[in-house]
């Protein structure tokens, strides 16, 4: 038993004198790509993104929110509440300033543009009281469809949307908006084609390969023009001032909206406003 023992012993002394000890990173794939060529094509990766993002908002219409009023059932403070409203289109959030002391009919006369993304027909809105030492309070909320011919045909439209809140759906009373459109470049932004952007890669064992194709969706190279708007047109200010003298209580930016949105003209922006009064 002893000489059998002594035996092994030997062999395994051998094995070890002729193979020598195994290296930590045996049967270990090695990724040889460094933390700078990572960086590099992460770096590249994120501009080709940012261009994409960037052209492709260069196509996107602009979509005008003006938020008027709105006339809620119930003022849920110890006193007056001091509303402001949160606007969400796509994954955009907006806010209007607080009206001090509104209550249940606060104003605010806030024009907010945003750029409409693709497929994007909703607008979500939500009314908050603000507080001073809690957080601000949900008072009513509610989803907006955006009417079809603002965006076909770029038209103004005006109208009162009912609100849900804790008296139930519908039930909160409602808010008064005007939406209006300008489309950029449609054209173009639906001949819009993914090119071939070339960012390093590598293969399964890690080692660095040439620059490898990548599909990004971006726009082609365009300038698109944007609308001149009206109110800068030689007798626009004077039309303005005029339309401000009818309608002292509603705020200038407000009706530079409107009035830009009807293209200049005066009797339609006239009739907008006198639909927003009553």
């Known amino acids: 038993m002893e000489t059998a023992k002594n035996l092994e012993q030997c062999e395994e002394w051998r094995k070890r004198a002729f193979l020598g000890p195994l290296p930590p990173s045996f049967l270990r794939i090695e990724n040889t790509w460094s933390g700078n060529q990572q960086e590099e094509a992460d770096r590249q990766a ?5 261009q994409m993002q960037n052209q ?16 809620l059932i119930k003022n849920y403070g110890f006193t007056n509440m001091d509303p402001y409203v949160r606007l969400r289109v796509g994954h955009t ?11 249940k009919n606060p104003h605010w006369n806030k024009v907010i543009q945003v750029f409409l993304p693709p497929g994007v027909n909703k607008i979500y809105v939500e009314i908050y009281d603000e507080c001073s030492f809690t957080m601000d309070e949900l008072i009513a909320w509610g989803h907006i469809d955006i009417p079809s011919q603002v965006i076909e045909k770029g038209t103004t439209y005006e109208d009162w949307y009912l609100l849900s ?5 519908n039930l909160e009373g409602s808010i008064n908006l005007v ?11 639906m001949e819009m084609r993914p090119p071939v952007v070339m960012v ?9 390969q040439p620059f490898a194709p990548v599909n990004v969706y971006t726009a082609p190279p365009v300038n698109p023009v944007p609308p ?21 209580n509603i705020d200038k ?9 009807n293209n200049g003209k005066k009797d339609t922006t006239i009739n907008s406003l006198l639909q927003m009064v009553e």
């Open 56 to 71: 492709t908002m260069s196509l996107m219409g602009r979509l005008t929110i003006t938020v008027v009023q709105a006339k």
């Open 46 to 50: 994120a501009f080709a993104l940012q």
């Open 165 to 169: 809140g804790k008296q139930g759906d």
């Open 93 to 103: 959030i907006y806010e209007t300033h607080t009206d001090r002391k509104g209550g």
């Open 228 to 248: 001149v708007p009206a109110s800068s047109l030689p007798n626009a200010e004077v039309e303005l001032k005029q339309i401000s003298e009818m309608f002292p």
């Open 179 to 189: 939406l209006s459109y300008h489309a950029r470049n449609p054209k173009a932004y």
């Open 200 to 208: 390093p890669s590598t293969n399964m064992v890690g080692s660095i």
């Open 253 to 261: 930016e407000v009706i530079k909206s409107v009035y830009d949105a």
